[in-house]
C-alpha cells in the first residue's frame, strides 16, 4: 500500500513546470495550425465562398437574361399574330376589290355583247329592209309590165295588185 500511495501520491503532486511546457507546446502547436492548415483552409473556402458567390451572380444574371429574352419572345409572338391578322385582312379586303372587279368587268363584258347584239340585229333589220324594198320594186316593175301588156279595167288592175301583194308577203 506503501507504495499504491507513493504513486497515487506522486500522481496527485502538482508539477507547475510540465503543465507550463505543456500550454507553451500547445499555443506553438496552435500557432503552428493557424499558420499552416487554418491560413490555407481559411484562404480555400474564401475562394470558395466568393466562385460561390460568382456563380449565384451568373445564375442570377441568366435567370435575367433567360426572363427578357423570354419577354421578348412573346413581345415577337404577338407582332406575329398581329402581321398575320392584318396580312389576313388585306387578303381578305384584295379579294374583295378583285371579286368586285371581275363583278365589274363582268357587266361592262354583258353590257357590250347586248350592244353588240342590238347592233346586229338592227343590222339584219335593215339588211331584211332593203331586201323587202328590193323584191317589193321588182313586183312593182313586174306589176307595171304586165299592166302595161294587157290592159286592165280598174277593177281587174285592183284585183292583179293584190294578189301580187299577197304573193310578196307569201315570199317573206
Do not use: C
Not at 47 to 60: D, Q, V
Not at 138 to 165: F, G, P, T
Request: net charge negative; glycine share 6%.
Amino acid at each position: 500500500m506503501l507504495t499504491e500511495s507513493l504513486v497515487l501520491g506522486e500522481a496527485m503532486h502538482f508539477n507547475g513546470g510540465d503543465i507550463i511546457f505543456q500550454l507553451i507546446m500547445f499555443i506553438i502547436l496552435l500557432a503552428l495550425i493557424k499558420k499552416f492548415a487554418f491560413g490555407p483552409l481559411m484562404g480555400i473556402m474564401k475562394e470558395r465562398e466568393s466562385h460561390i458567390a460568382g456563380e449565384i451572380e451568373a445564375a442570377e444574371n441568366s435567370r435575367a437574361e433567360a426572363k427578357k429574352a423570354l419577354e421578348e419572345q412573346r413581345e415577337l409572338i404577338k407582332q406575329s399574330r398581329t402581321e398575320a391578322a392584318q396580312l389576313i385582312e388585306n387578303a381578305r379586303k384584295q379579294g374583295d376589290a378583285q371579286r368586285e372587279e371581275i363583278i365589274s368587268a363582268a357587266r361592262a363584258e354583258s353590257e357590250r355583247i347586248k350592244e353588240s347584239a342590238k347592233i346586229e340585229i338592227e343590222h339584219q333589220k335593215e339588211q331584211a329592209i332593203a331586201a323587202l324594198r328590193e323584191q317589193v320594186a321588182s313586183l312593182s316593175v313586174m306589176i307595171a309590165s304586165k299592166v302595161i301588156e294587157r290592159e286592165l279595167s280598174e277593177a281587174d288592175q285592183q284585183k292583179l295588185i293584190n294578189e301580187y301583194i299577197n304573193g310578196a308577203g307569201d315570199q317573206l
